[in-house]
């Protein structure tokens, strides 16, 4: 069988199976479906409840912390270009 043929022979396997009048759920489907039958899940909220926040800090400390990084930064390139020779 050459190489061509393989490959209708697989197009042909997949349109059969995609032609299928009934199509059989899958393993995890069946699973839950008979989980669910005797022991149905609980409803869930449509969106998560909100995090707590471990440290308790603001949005105005995060902000402060991140411009102190940017302007030590600006210092630090400011005096390495000041003390290059020129």
């Known amino acids: 069988m050459s190489a061509q043929d393989d490959e209708h022979e697989r197009d042909f396997d997949i349109k059969w199976a995609d032609g299928a009048e009934h ?6 489907a069946r699973m839950l479906a008979a989980r669910w039958k005797a022991n149905p899940p609980k409803p869930q909220p449509f969106r998560a409840e909100p995090r707590v926040r471990a440290a308790r800090r603001s ?4 902000v402060a912390i991140v411009l102190g990084c940017v302007a030590v930064v600006i210092l630090v390139l400011g005096y390495v270009d ?3 020779p020129r």
């Open 82 to 84: 000041f003390r290059a």
């Open 23 to 28: 199509k059989e759920p899958s393993a995890r």
């Open 59 to 62: 949005a105005w400390g995060s």
